[in-house]
Every structure is written in structure tokens, then in C-alpha cells.
């Protein structure tokens, strides 16, 4: 294994990068659809979004309104700023590996600048079809017992790390789905920034778990941006000019 000099940075999507979980923000267009994303044991969310998606539809809800509707979500604008800055920086990559959607990303990252900051997107692919319904379908196929079925975003960065290995790997995120890449994140030089009052850090903090990495909790983008100034930025990490 090739070990280069460089950071690598991995965000999680809703309610990391954005200020809210875009599923459930799309639903502002019809809050009467809320019904279908009741959990049905044994079924997997993006089958329950693909039927919000119908539902949408059915009501007359086009890709522009759609598009429209996913551009507002809140997005912190120091978080806005810690893309930049680390997209601009050489010699870090920046990952996103995201339960959401293709569209989804797309659409908001374009509508803040950000459509180029990310070296690799990881997440489940979707598009309008021909008579303008959204649909998504599952990132992968895996077998960890731990994660959605659709999804399992340690996997995904574990294939992505088998060629290269970094002198500092970072992961911001919040939810259960993140639980399983952070479990990668166990040298002394790893970050996990947990978002306080979300699944993620608790999990992390249980002994049983056997996360070996350093956890640092988070409210906003503002704590990010401050982590990233003092850890890559004051620190001169190697080879990392900005
Ligand atoms: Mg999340
Ligand atoms: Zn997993």
C-alpha cells in the first residue's frame, strides 16, 4: 500500500453538510405524504422515498418545484466556507458519502457554488425519468449486518482506501449510517467530528463499540471551520498548502 502525505475529509450529507435532512425537507410541497414515511419494518428508506417520490408525482409535483424546494435548505454558511477552503487546499481530498440522493446533492451543492469541491460523491443514484417522476435506487449491494441495505457507507470507504492510506483521515457527520466508516478512523491522527445531540456521538462514546479514533463533538459549521483552521490549517500539516 502506496502511503502519500496528503488528509483525506469525508462529510456526511443531511444534517452535516446541510442544516437539515433533505428527505423529509422536500415534503414541505405536500405535508400530507408524511404518511409514507412512517417506518415499516423491513423496509428500506429510499423504497420509502421512492414512494414520497410517486406520491409527488401523482400530486402534480414537477422536477423544477422539486429542484426549487431542495435549493432552500439551510446550509450554515460556515460549513459552505470549510468546503472551500479544503477543495481549494492541494494535497487534501474531500469525500461525500451520503444516504440521500444524487439529485439531491447535486442540485443544492450547484445552487451554493460547491458543484466541484468534492474529489468523489458516494450516494444512491436517482434521476427524473422521462415523465418527470424522481427515482432512486440503491448505492450497492454488501453484507455488513450493521447498515441499510441500500447503503453501507463503511464499505464504501473502505474500498476507497484500499489503494492509498492518508496521515490523517477526518470524518464529519451526525447519524446511525456513519457509525460503520468512523470505525475506520482508528489511528492517533483520525478525527470523527460528532454532531452534538445526534445518534452518531453517543454510539461512539459506548465502550462496546470499539471506536479507537479521537471523537470531537460539534454543533455547527462554525465548530467545523475552527477544526479545520486548527488541526490542517495552524498545524502545517504536510504537504497541505492552501
Ligand atoms: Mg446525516
Ligand atoms: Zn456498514
Redesign the pocket.
Known amino acids: 500500500m502506496a502511503v502519500v502525505e496528503t488528509i483525506l475529509v469525508v462529510f456526511d450529507f443531511d444534517h452535516t453538510l446541510i442544516d437539515v435532512n433533505s428527505d423529509t425537507w422536500i415534503l414541505a410541497l405536500k405535508p400530507d405524504l408524511k404518511r409514507l414515511l412512517q417506518r415499516r419494518s423491513g423496509v428500506c428508506w429510499t423504497d420509502l422515498m421512492n414512494d414520497v417520490f410517486a406520491g409527488l408525482f401523482d400530486e402534480g409535483v414537477g422536477p423544477e418545484a422539486i429542484r426549487q424546494c431542495v435549493e432552500k435548505v439551510p446550509f450554515h454558511d460556515d460549513m459552505k466556507k470549510t468546503c472551500s477552503l479544503l477543495a481549494r487546499a492541494q494535497n487534501i481530498n474531500l469525500l461525500l458519502i451520503s444516504d440521500a440522493n444524487r439529485v439531491f446533492i447535486d442540485t443544492i451543492l450547484s445552487a451554493h457554488g460547491l458543484d466541484a469541491a468534492f474529489d468523489k460523491i458516494y450516494t444512491n443514484p436517482a434521476e427524473f425519468d422521462e415523465s418527470g417522476r424522481l427515482r432512486v435506487s440503491y448505492h450497492h449491494t454488501?453484507a455488513?449486518?450493521?447498515?441499510p441495505k441500500n447503503l453501507?457507507?463503511?464499505?464504501v470507504l473502505k474500498d476507497y482506501l484500499k489503494d492509498v492510506s492518508y496521515a490523517k483521515k477526518i470524518y464529519v457527520g451526525d447519524g446511525k449510517g456513519d457509525?460503520?466508516?468512523c470505525l475506520l478512523l482508528d489511528s492517533p491522527t483520525d478525527y470523527v467530528l460528532a454532531k452534538t445531540g445526534f445518534p452518531l456521538l453517543e454510539i461512539l462514546r459506548d465502550p462496546d463499540v470499539g471506536f479507537k479514533g479521537n471523537l470531537v463533538p460539534w454543533n455547527t459549521g462554525t465548530d467545523v471551520l475552527e477544526f479545520v483552521y486548527k488541526e490542517i490549517l495552524r498545524t502545517g500539516a504536510p504537504g497541505v498548502r492552501f
Open positions: 454488501h455488513c449486518k450493521r447498515c453501507c457507507k463503511g464499505t457509525v460503520c466508516p
